[in-house]
């Protein structure tokens, strides 16, 4: 099951038992636990009929316990487990995989050890058998095995919703998405720009499509000079202006405007995303002439803005074959550096643009 799909459950009111939300993309998680939580309190008194658990810090027989008890001025129950993947830790660190389907339910032999009590994560996949139809046990996780019987018993009784983190490929649509929510439109070329610049973590995506809907007001677009102005703090003509140094092997000028744009606070990786995502315009833009495009039908392919067209044309004819490819390798070094390398931070990006303009 998808988030969407868990959203639209919790919008009709046709709750589901119990539910897995499993996934290291916390911005999802919260939003689905948050649904159901809203949806099974209607009805009733907030937070009356609601437990909240973490997995190891109480015991499962509790959980199950308050599962089960039967709603008090109210249709439902609410009960909340996070951090069950601490409980198949301690199964591991026991050397306890009584819960795996590979081995039954008792390990290769098929028997469990009469001494050995059932672990939390087997006793949570029997109550998903029978659960109370009073209550919604939501169970969170960020990873479980997939061979673990809660996880295939969620996955056959569809109740496993999927939380992962998007790809980089699907966050202009979310971005989308989520400014049409907040009554902002946005252009498709601006979308996948500030997917370059504030992803992957949706949290931080959310949050920069809120700053930026309260900057623009009310039914306003988003646009490139807002983006510039909420999120990296540099426009992108300085941007282009840098493009344009390397396009004429013009070090002297793009060290000056990498100076200019450069900001400390997020070492550097803001501007970078905004390079990159200008280098990727010209790959498509490039690809697209290849093609038999035209110039204006290549722009509008590759999202490059009207008034930039020929500046970017003439910048890509200025380049040597492949320096565009080798443009993109040395970006995505600069970023695994700069995430990772203890060299400060303009030092990974002047170094990064003395190669592009050696290429």
Known sequence: MTPDQALKDAASGALRPVYLVMGEERWLVDRVVSAIREAAAKGGIAGFNEDKFTAGDAPVESILGAARML?????????LVRGVERWEKKDDADGDDGDDERGGAGGAGGKRSASKQASPLDALAEYAKAPSPSAVLVLVAAKLHGQRRLVTSAKKGDFLISCEPLNRRALPGFITSIAREKGNPISSDVADQLAELAGPELGYVVDAIE??????????????????QVVIRVRQSTVWELIDALGRRRLDRALAALSDAYDPRDGGLRLLGAVSWSVRQMVKFESALAGGASQAEAAQRAGVAPYKVNDVAQTIRQLPKGALGGWMRLLAEADLALKSSRRPAQAVLETMLIEMCSR
């Open 211 to 228: 700053r930026l809907s309260l900057y623009v007001g009310p039914k306003q677009p988003i646009t490139e000079d807002a983006i510039a």
């Open 71 to 79: 709603p008090m001025m109210g249709p439902r129950r609410f009960v």
